[in-house]
């Protein structure tokens, strides 16, 4: 009998637990959604919670509808770390006399997340459940305690019911693991679903939830939003309750992980927003900043849109531009300034945020690893970059200027190192600096609000994310470096004949000109076999705007609808 090492057996030992707490459930969860199901899958976050407070529906009739979802959609897209259903699940008492199907307590109900389901990503703790992050190593190590978040949601009647998966350490543009295997995109599942919240991602597309709070470092909720045609917003650091939220870098400030929710719906991140900040969120975690919720009521004319077309690193494919210029054009038509922008170099805040996110030579994303765990190749090939002597990637930093004149790669290159606690100062410096830059320049443009793709690429392929590269989610993580706000929704899907790259590209003088990073993200860019992927647009404010941008979230959504463009999700 082959020894099998103990990575091994924690992985299988999990993944057991998984299907154990899937095979417990109700029989009626595996059953296909009746009239009765869809009709509670489709009510509006403040209408269920309405419904749940004046008893007209009971939180197993809710469970019923949504764990039917959760069900298929573990089958489909294998989203689920963990189950908490038969937690959840309330005992069905004889029917009232009034008729209502409701056994709850008034005391339970009268709550403003009545009712509401919310999927937790893996990385935030839950009181008796493990949180590993993605890494074998923390099997069998249950959280002691919630972490403010969840301890919010449940004083406010939510319903916390399954955790969705991770990749190892969060950093990734796929979501899979030895520990929970790969999750898949719900609209093709040789794709991805994004990344680190992609279980997430997949389950609310699904329509598993109604809510997920996830985390994002460079994109891991808004990555997701854009690959699976769902809505996320990044706060600023300290707006949403972070306590107990696992950061993929433990102890990185200068380059903060955030905690956010993600829907299917605009209204209902809205809506959820406006009751998490009413219930008070700075009294559950310290590092929350006491700012109530501001309504913001925003002319419906003459707002000023600035656009940013390329970040200098990649181009958007044909159909994230065609997004972006679907959105562009919806907004003129509406009456509202749209301008052309040129920021302060993205390829240079982007150079100092990922320094600061490894300046410790990868030790708090790598130490964790057991030796025979798998890691993404995208992870892999930092780690090599992270480990070879300084003066040889100066001397490839060299070279690739001479050769390709790429400054983008050679720059990264030779900065991509162990640091000092001098150098990682200086730098905290530096990326002060670059944010008064962009400060500088908003105020003289005068802008409400920024558009950009929200990723060059729609989901990418599996298996691909090496040849993508981390730099590729430029277009997001250049706001997590600023702390600005920021916003993703869905626009579009891509189209095979619209969205096709020209003719013979790949000996065009468009593609000889691009970098290396470019290029490796265009070979797998096809527009053929990604036909009816999803695609997003961002919307971005600035610091402490968060009312604002689902404001201007909304004025896009609308402005598409009113050219005859709204976006109808498929149904899972």
């Not at 959840?88 to 709550?111: F, H, I, M």
């Not at 809505?231 to 949403?240: D, P």
């Not at 433990?250 to 991140?269: F, Q």
């Not at 900043?289 to 925003?298: A, C, E, F, S």
Request: proline share 6%; glycine share 8%; charged share 25%.
């Amino acid at each position: 009998m082959f020894f099998q090492s103990q990575h091994r057996r924690d992985c299988a030992a999990k993944q057991e637990e998984r299907q154990r707490k899937l095979d417990g459930l109700p029989s009626s969860f595996f059953e296909i959604c009746t009239e009765t199901d869809n009709k509670v899958l489709d009510l509006p976050l403040s209408e269920l919670v309405r419904r749940h407070t004046e008893g007209s529906l009971s939180t197993a009739s809710i469970l019923n509808a949504y764990g039917k979802k959760v069900v298929s959609a573990q089958k489909t897209t294998n989203c689920l770390s963990g189950v908490m259903i038969q937690e959840a699940l309330v005992p069905k008492d004889p029917a009232s006399p009034s008729g209502s199907d409701c056994t709850d307590s008034p005391e339970e109900r009268s709550k403003p997340l009545s009712g509401v389901l919310v999927s937790i990503k893996e990385c935030i703790d839950i009181e008796g459940y493990d949180t590993t992050v993605g890494y074998s190593s923390k099997v069998n190590h249950p959280a002691s305690s919630s972490a403010a978040i969840v301890r919010l949601l449940h004083d406010a009647g939510a319903i916390t019911h399954v955790k969705t998966t991770v990749p190892p350490g969060l950093l990734g543009l796929e979501t899979s693991s030895d520990l929970f295997g790969r999750t898949s995109n719900p609209y093709n599942e040789k794709y991805s679903s994004g990344a680190s919240s992609g279980g997430g991602g997949a389950l609310l597309a699904c329509r598993g939830s109604v809510i997920e709070i996830g985390t994002d470092l460079g994109g891991s909720i808004r990555i997701p939003a854009h690959f699976c045609g769902i809505y996320a917003m990044r706060s600023s650091i300290g707006r949403f309750p972070a306590q107990g939220s696992h950061s993929p870098i433990p102890g990185l400030e200068s380059v903060a992980t955030i905690s956010a929710p993600m829907s299917r719906r605009l209204e209902d991140l809205e809506e959820f927003w406006k009751r998490v900040v009413e219930m008070r969120p700075w009294e559950y975690d310290n590092t929350c900043v006491p700012l109530p919720w501001r309504p913001i009521n925003l002319p419906k004319t003459k707002l000023k849109f600035g656009v940013v077309w390329k970040d200098g690193i990649i181009s958007p494919s044909p159909a994230c531009r065609r997004a972006l210029e679907w959105v562009c054009d919806a907004l003129e038509k509406q009456g509202h300034e749209v301008v052309d922008f040129s920021p302060p170099s993205i390829s240079e805040g982007l150079n100092v945020g990922f320094q600061l996110c490894f300046g410790d030579g990868g030790a708090g994303f790598f130490n964790p690893l057991r030796k025979d765990e798998k890691l993404d190749p995208v992870m892999v090939a930092s780690k090599s970059l992270l480990g070879m002597p300084l003066w040889l990637k100066k001397f490839l930093a060299m070279i690739t200027r001479k050769s390709t004149g790429d400054e983008v790669w050679a720059s990264m290159l030779e900065t991509f190192h162990l640091k000092s606690p001098a150098e990682e100062r200086a730098l905290v410096v530096s990326r002060d600096e670059y944010r008064e830059k962009w400060h500088q320049v908003w105020e003289d443009e005068g802008f409400d609000f920024l558009l950009t793709v929200p990723h060059a690429l729609p989901a990418i392929p599996a298996g691909t994310a090496e040849k993508v590269t981390l730099v590729s989610a430029s277009y997001m993580m250049i706001f997590n470096i600023l702390d600005y706000v920021a916003g993703v929704l869905p626009v579009t899907f891509v189209d095979r004949e619209s969205d096709a790259l020209p003719k013979n590209f790949m000996k065009s003088t468009d593609y000889k000109k691009m970098g290396l990073i470019s290029k490796g993200a265009y070979s797998v860019y096809d527009a053929d076999k990604m036909h009816g992927l999803p695609l997003g647009v961002q919307v971005v404010g600035r610091r402490f705007e968060e009312e604002k941008v689902l404001q201007g979230m909304k004025i896009v959504e609308d402005a598409l609808e009113r050219c005859g463009r709204k976006f109808i999700p498929r149904e899972f």
